[in-house]
């Protein structure tokens, strides 16, 4: 495989960044005065605010009020290097990565590639629901709802027309929470000067928790509020329920309750997302317990692992902070692993 072109061999350290999510970009910020050659690389050009997809998702905001370009950040500073590509191995004896455009050479890999959307291996639910992870997916779920609004104006039958217009959200973390209330919003007070021929009142805002509780990593108090603020809305709330499976109408729990809908928002669970390794990685050992922070779209746990014999020291990570009215942001702070065959990943 060719080396990635135009990449100057560097005279300091080179730092190589997988993926501009809020560790990476954070990372590569952190760096930008050090004296490394750092390497951004991701398969976007922009680094997207992923607490504000479910406002994409109702028409609150465009997808462009979320997305930062990466060049845009950057371009002051003259030791980041970004390319757009995608990690495809990472060779941690020769100290080398391979990725769409090429292989690179690195002192110090940062994997920052964030997590994609669990489906628990349940093929009907991947194929009929929608997940939210990026501004594509908003856009895709906010297209369903007005065209199944207006596929409802073609039908007499009441269970048909319920059936386009209920929107059933699985997940009672913040994300599905967020999403539960704005729609519930737009059911009262937009949707029916949109669609005055419309009977909202059959409309049903359904969200399904397999918990106890909602948003769990809070605390006990902010969760009875929000499980209080939907229901005064008329979102009907379902704790300890588990969807079972969903054709692409009819969700089934696992109660042996079944609801009609053509719109289920999967905002639940994520698992990592898979990186190629060489075999050597077989010998890593974790030397960092993980630690899980919540994103409000999602989770991501960080963990250092020892490539070598050397211990890598994680110096901070660092500060909570809630924001905007009670949506949680958990920002991360990382400062760079200072020792060789170490790296941080961000699942």
Avoid at 16 to 41: D, P, R, T, W
Avoid at 83 to 112: C, H, N, W
Avoid at 272 to 293: E, R
């Amino acid at each position: 495989m060719k080396q990635i072109a135009n990449i100057p061999n560097a005279e300091n350290k080179r730092v190589v960044i997988i993926g501009s999510g809020f560790a990476g970009m954070k990372l590569a910020m952190e760096l930008k005065k050090e004296k490394f050659q750092v390497v951004v690389i991701d398969k976007r050009n922009y680094h997207q605010f992923q607490p504000l997809l479910y406002q994409v998702a109702t028409a609150g905001l465009e997808p462009t009020a979320i997305s930062f370009p990466l060049r845009k950040l950057f371009q002051y500073h003259k030791n980041l290097i970004f390319r757009i590509g995608t990690l495809m191995e990472v060779d941690p004896d020769k100290k080398q990565i391979f990725t769409s455009i090429g292989k690179l050479s690195y002192d110090y890999l940062v994997i920052a590639t964030g997590a994609r959307t669990n489906f628990f291996n349940m093929g009907n639910i991947k194929k009929h629901a929608l997940p939210l992870k990026s501004p594509s997916d908003a856009i895709l779920i906010r297209n369903v709802i007005l065209e199944n609004y207006e596929e409802a104006l073609n039908h007499t039958s009441d269970n048909c027309i319920s059936a386009y217009l209920n929107i059933a959200i699985v997940g009672g973390g913040p994300t599905g929470v967020e999403l539960a209330g704005a729609l519930a919003e737009m059911k009262k007070f937009i949707l029916p000067k949109d669609y005055p021929d419309i009977d909202f009142t059959k409309m049903r805002i359904f969200l399904f928790e397999s918990g106890s509780a909602l948003i769990k990593n809070m605390s006990p108090k902010s969760s009875k509020q929000a499980f209080d603020y939907l229901d005064k809305l008329g979102v009907e709330v379902r704790l300890n329920t588990f969807v079972s499976d969903y054709d692409g109408k009819i969700v089934k729990l696992s109660s042996g309750e079944n609801h009609m809908t053509y719109t289920l928002v999967w905002a639940t669970s994520i698992d990592a997302l898979a990186v190629g390794l060489s075999m050597s990685m077989l010998q890593v050992s974790i030397i960092y317990p993980a630690l899980i922070i919540g994103i409000v779209a999602g989770l991501f746990t960080i963990t250092g692992l020892h490539l070598g014999k050397r211990v890598a020291r994680l110096t901070w990570l660092s500060t909570w902070a809630e924001i905007l009215g009670g949506l949680v942001l958990w920002i991360i702070g990382l400062n760079i692993l200072r020792e060789k065959g170490v790296f941080s990943t961000i699942f």
